[in-house]
């Protein structure tokens, strides 16, 4: 087996990023142009759609392909943000780049005493420690306690009245980054009446789950029609032709059929002894027999559909058209498992031995009719009653099948972006704190030894050179934890004993007596030898009891519980970079106020590499419009107005978040890589014989 190693270096993931960024950067933003790719099967690929284009890329890079994977995950999830992903996946490994190549004082020392080789290993796996945790420990807290205040909403009145204007700004602004300038508007249109439709007097979140997961069953194409074309339909349009047509009208009894009508004697689960063509003969029109008899029981309990996954026997057919039944068949189980869904029915069985009994288990169609646009046929039906999502189906015309799949495509993405942003996304639990009284034991006006604690135990987390002295500084950290957490209840218990303080001093700064404590925080009010004190061998008195304690100023009932925090549903920002502004602004303060120089250092890295998006989508307009766009956001920031309310577009915070989320994921992910091992031939298997002794 011959095989081939190379050792992963940062320049290496650096370029491959900066190469496929360079691919969609062009179409990044409102301005941004379509991609064209070709392939030597003379194949062409036109589109806006930056996961469509970077997944069409034949990359034989193992790092560059496991970007592109990372990318697609985010995308069948999110629906959005191929693009603005790998754009910042490339700026932040530039950015580690330059700081493993010893432009920062604290990484030089922390490396010395290393060879050249350990030294980049150690670079990669601290960057990649850190990365993992600053979700949790940095992200979360700084999104849901900071930026949160600064969220818009999509609801009007209340969480369940939607205000349309603001969804169809949304839509317009996703539409505005996947389809070209002159079809923006009308797929948007399209999208905001297919939702409105789905979702009249149903529950919207599972409306857009089962579009989600059913949206091949909801949609179909056309080619050779101009886009204009394109049309939402009322009711399902199966994707067959009718077997057996009977034109009727006023409402008909659907009925749903997964196994053969016509069986043969095999497929009735009973014994059957023939020992001659005679007997053969008789049991073959016994059958017979009983197929008539089976349809005319559909006829007598009024069936007018029947919808079938399999093909059906001739003598089905005629027994149908004599009987003025309609017959679908060949239907995908996809097909039918969504039919089954909404009209909250199960499949009649005609195995069983129920010719007899009442077919209770039918749905009510409106209509049921054939369905011709362009070239093609379909079947076009309608239910009366449906449960969980009314049904309507939208059909994508085009000149050509590769520009309906591209709206499709985009379409689908879009229902993915509104099922993220009407959903409650719940973060980490994020530790809380208050001053307290002077009035309290010193057991609780000591609080602010927490943070301390708690920011050498991630500092001692990070650090990937685990010498035995580390080691038991980071098991004494642990000890300390864990007695903190036992003995919270025993603080909580004291806590109740004493009012709360009412009123705050006002913030001089956004950090000064903060709403929340967590690793790397500056503790103003705290003595300057407390760190001492924690890590000299003293012990650590009651008073850092409440390291994971949250302390809302106005609810007392929520005063002495862990809280979990979340980006609420419907919340959205200005579109063009404004996110990323302000979780860069946010994230700057935080690395002035932070204590530990490496957590410092790398948070301002990645509130650098946040600024690459805002800067990006201002590059085709006026020099000055990024200057212009940063001092515009953090004006209104620190005047607490809000964020540029005469912008015209908005995007969803939870997929803002999760687009940042899936970029730390990704690159944490390949910086723990250190060795590619390329296998060029495939092992021989050489088949191994057993003898007896060795069984």
């Known amino acids: 087996m011959a095989t081939s190693s190379t050792c992963l270096e940062l320049r290496r993931l650096a370029e491959e990023a900066s190469s496929l960024a360079s691919v969609v950067r062009g179409s990044l933003g409102p301005q941004g142009g379509q991609v064209l790719l070709t392939r030597p099967t003379g194949e062409v690929l036109l589109s806006r759609d ?16 496991m970007m592109i994977a990372c990318l697609s995950t985010h995308c069948d999830l999110v629906g959005d943000g191929a693009k603005t992903f790998i754009i910042l996946l490339s700026a932040l490994f530039q950015e580690i780049e330059r700081l493993s190549k010893g432009s920062n004082a604290y990484f030089c020392e922390a490396l010395q005493g290393r060879n050249k080789y350990k030294e980049k290993g150690y670079m990669k796996k601290q960057v990649s420690q850190f990365l993992s945790v600053f979700q949790e420990k940095i992200l979360d807290p700084l999104v849901t306690q900071k930026l949160g205040k600064h969220f818009q909403t999509v609801f009007s009145a209340s969480d369940t009245e939607i205000n349309r204007s603001t969804v169809k700004l949304v839509l317009e602004a996703y539409f505005c980054g996947k389809v070209s300038y002159n079809r923006q508007k009308f797929m948007c249109q399209l999208a905001y009446n297919f939702f409105f439709k789905a979702t009249a007097g149903k529950d919207r979140n599972e409306v857009l789950l089962l579009v989600d997961k059913y949206f091949s069953e909801l949609h179909t194409t056309v080619a050779g029609l101009p886009v204009s074309d394109s049309k939402i339909l009322d009711g399902l349009v199966l994707l067959r032709d009718f077997a057996v047509y009977c034109p009727s009208d006023g409402d008909k009894k659907v009925l749903i059929i997964t196994e053969p009508i016509h069986s043969s004697v095999s497929q009735l689960a009973i014994e059957v002894a023939i020992s001659g063509e005679s007997q053969y003969e008789a049991s073959e029109l016994w059958i017979t027999k009983r197929t008539k008899a089976l349809m005319k029981h559909l006829q007598d309990n009024n069936i007018g559909v029947v919808l079938s996954s399999i093909k059906q026997h001739e003598i089905v057919h005629y027994c149908a058209k004599n009987s003025g039944i309609c017959v679908v068949e060949c239907l995908s189980r996809d097909e039918i498992s969504l039919i089954c869904r909404i009209t909250n029915i199960s499949p009649f069985q005609p195995s069983l031995d129920n010719i007899c009994s009442e077919i209770t288990e039918t749905a009510i169609a409106t209509f049921c009719k054939p369905l011709q646009i362009g070239t093609k046929r379909f079947v076009h039906i309608n239910f009366a009653r449906t ?3 009314q049904p309507c189906c939208v059909v994508f015309c085009g000149p050509v099948h590769g520009l309906n799949e591209q709206h499709a495509c985009a379409f689908h993405g879009g229902f993915k972006m509104l099922q993220h942003l009407f959903a409650t996304v719940r973060l980490t639990e994020c530790c809380h704190s208050k001053p307290q009284s002077q009035n ?8 602010q030894e927490c943070p301390a604690l708690q920011q050498r135990f991630v500092e001692m987390q990070l650090d990937c050179d685990s010498n035995e ?10 000890f300390k934890m864990e007695a903190l957490s036992k003995s919270e209840a025993n603080l909580l218990a004291s806590l109740q004993k004493y009012p709360k303080e009412e009123d705050r001093a006002s913030e001089d700064t956004i950090w000064k007596d903060d709403q929340f404590v967590y690793p790397g925080l500056k503790d103003k009010n705290s003595s300057s030898n407390v760190h001492g004190q924690l890590f000299n061998g003293e012990n650590c008195t009651q008073s850092s009891h409440a390291v994971s304690i949250k302390c809302e100023e106005n609810k007392k009932t929520d005063i002495h519980r862990h809280t979990n925090f979340c980006i609420k549903a419907g919340s959205v920002v200005p579109v063009g970079g404004v996110f990323e502004i302000l979780l860069n602004y946010y994230l700057s303060c935080y690395a002035k106020q932070c204590q530990s120089p490496n957590i410092s250092v790398l ?14 989508l201002c590059r085709t307009q006026k020099r000055s419009a990024f200057p212009q766009l940063y001092l515009e956001v953090t004006t209104a920031l620190r005047n607490d107005q809000q964020i540029l309310p005469n912008q015209k577009y908005l995007e969803s915070v939870s997929c803002k978040y999760q687009l940042i989320v899936s970029v730390l994921h990704c690159a944490a992910t390949l910086l723990r890589i250190d060795l590619i091992i390329g296998i060029k031939t495939l092992p021989q298997t050489a088949e191994e014989s057993h003898s007896d002794s060795d069984m």
């Open 440 to 447: 309290l034991p010193n057991a609780v006006n000591n609080l």
């Open 603 to 616: 948070c301002t890295l990645i509130a650098d590499v946040l600024l690459t998006v805002p800067k990006a």
């Open 50 to 65: 930056g996961a469509r284009v970077l997944r069409a890329l034949n990359l034989d890079s193992p790092t560059a392909r």
């Open 387 to 389: 449960c969980a999502l």
């Open 469 to 478: 002295a580390n080691a038991r500084e980071l098991k004494t950290c642990e």
